[in-house]
């Protein structure tokens, strides 16, 4: 597929100035523009693991995984090694990922009874007035779906398929939330579109199942212009790899399920080659949180896990991948989040992302077209924990509020964190507390930290600018029924 039949794709579908104009997005005389100029629309394709660690990928310094697709989509793109999620849990990390804004601007910071993510059948979901980056490719005349884990409600307003995807194929929460002895919760549910196709899910099929799923969209839509949202099941716990890669690694169920999801990736890409679609495919391969402490993942370097603000829980391995577009071989060490898809996204798509709101995402092309001198969009980094402020980040250092008592997102209470000031740049373990030898740069962090208490609130704080989430009266099991 050429880029004139893709210009010529959306002539076709009268997709001029007026018809894309959409509530909520700028329209002072803009005129849609394609970022990179020649009218193309790209396809975009987003692999988000679960629970996938920083130093899981051999790309990425793991001696124990073996993963020659992901290393050669490094090889070949774009290593970030300081790319954030915004919460070191699902369903909001997951909520940023859709919108571009921090969960707690969202509301989709906690659950409806004040837990870190969500679980069946709440009454809670990403609200619907929330602009996804789905919504905003479809308007783009892009065909749209997800496949694999969603995670932002399973309540029919708040299903992918109602939110700009044109199709949805998987486990709408996370793996461990099937039948349990202490909840309620129903056999774990396959759903394609909205309705339930098999419960309990058959776990050890679902990676290549998933990846077929992708496989058969990349092919029906190699004509148009597409979006491909591919949220991993794995390597979140219950850890289950396909027959053919069990027993096959060095490192257990875990080694097993990130060299099925390499294999895997490696069949996309390839699937793009054989396409003739590489060229005008970007590809992001990450993940939505660091990797536990209890299942064989590893965030090495960095300090900690997930369900913590120290880097192993929110900063993840990234690779950008799209041959004449982004450069080969190269590594941005620069602060780039999931946010800021949605607005890089729209922007190389020839739109905008929404300006009746605040969107706390940034446009990234500079970094990622590697432009000379580019630096990160943003001035700070925020590290929330639930609804507390615990850390905040600009350029190289990260300052770890004081906090009695500090909030865990399971487990009791930390009683007492001291304040901390690392220099991520030549520590990036997070081990050389530097406060006493820096109070002008912890005064400046200090001074960052309270402009987001201002903003998104901190605890008992309310902050300025926030937006309820989405919510259902008489929420419903999804269920397998005989039709
Ligand atoms: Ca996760």
Redesign the pocket.
């Given at each position: 597929m050429k880029n004139l039949n893709r210009r010529d794709f959306l002539k076709a579908a009268g997709l001029t100035a007026a018809s894309l104009a959409m509530p909520g997005c700028h329209s002072d005389g803009w005129q849609p523009q394609a970022l990179l100029g020649d009218g193309s629309a790209p396809n975009f394709i987003i692999i988000f693991?679960?629970?996938l660690g920083y130093g899981d990928l051999g790309c990425f310094g793991s001696k124990l995984h073996r993963t020659p697709n992901l290393d050669r989509m490094a090889d070949e793109g774009m290593k970030f090694t300081s790319f954030y999620v915004t919460s070191?849990?699902?369903t909001p990390?997951?909520a940023s990922l859709m919108t571009g804004c921090y969960p707690k601007r969202l509301d989709m910071h906690q659950d409806s009874h004040g837990k870190c993510?969500l679980f069946p059948v709440d009454k809670k979901g990403l609200n619907p007035n929330e602009i996804t980056i789905a919504e905003i490719l479809k308007r783009r005349g892009y065909a749209t779906c997800c496949i694999g884990?969603w995670?932002l409600g399973d309540q029919p307003p708040f299903l992918p398929t109602r939110r700009g995807f044109d199709y949805y194929f998987g486990v709408p929460y996370?793996n461990d939330m099937g039948v349990r002895k202490e909840t309620s919760n129903p056999p774990l549910p396959l759903v394609r579109n909205e309705k339930v196709i098999e419960a309990p899910a058959v776990q050890h099929t679902l990676t290549k199942r998933y990846t077929e799923e992708a496989i058969k969209f990349i092919n029906k839509n190699r004509d148009r212009p597409f979006f491909l949202y591919l949220p991993h099941t794995m390597v979140?716990d219950p850890l289950n790899p396909g027959k053919e890669f069990r027993g096959k690694s060095a490192n257990g169920l875990y080694g097993d399920a990130v060299e099925e999801i390499d294999f895997y990736t490696g069949q996309i890409l390839n699937t793009l080659k054989d396409l003739d679609l590489d060229k005008n495919t970007f590809v992001i391969f990450t993940?939505?949180?660091g990797a536990s402490d209890r299942y064989g993942g590893s965030n090495a370097p960095l300090r900690g896990h997930?369900g913590t603000t120290f880097e192993g829980g929110m900063r993840e391995p990234c690779i950008m991948w799209w041959p004449g577009q982004i450069p080969a071989g190269k590594t941005c060490h620069q602060i780039a989040v999931t946010m800021d898809l949605l607005p890089t996204f729209a922007l190389l798509a020839g739109t905008q992302p929404p300006a009746d709101r605040i969107i706390d995402g940034r446009n990234i092309w500079p970094l990622i077209s590697a432009k000379p001198k580019a630096k990160s969009p943003h001035r700070a980094f925020y590290y929330y924990q639930i609804d507390q402020l615990q850390a905040v980040r600009s350029g190289k250092w990260k300052l770890h509020l004081p906090l009695t008592p500090k909030k865990r997102h399971w487990g009791k209470p930390i009683p007492h964190a001291p304040l901390a000031l690392y220099d991520l740049e030549n520590d990036i373990a997070e081990k050389n507390n530097l406060a006493q030898h820096h109070p002008n740069v912890v005064k400046h962090l200090l001074a960052l930290a309270e402009e987001a208490r201002r903003d998104l609130g901190d605890l008992d704080r309310k902050g300025a600018n926030l937006r309820q989430a989405g919510w259902v009266e008489n929420p419903k099991p999804l269920l397998l029924t005989s039709k």
């Open positions: 693991c679960d629970d070191s849990v699902c990390s997951r993510v884990k995670h996370s979140h993940s939505d949180n997930k």
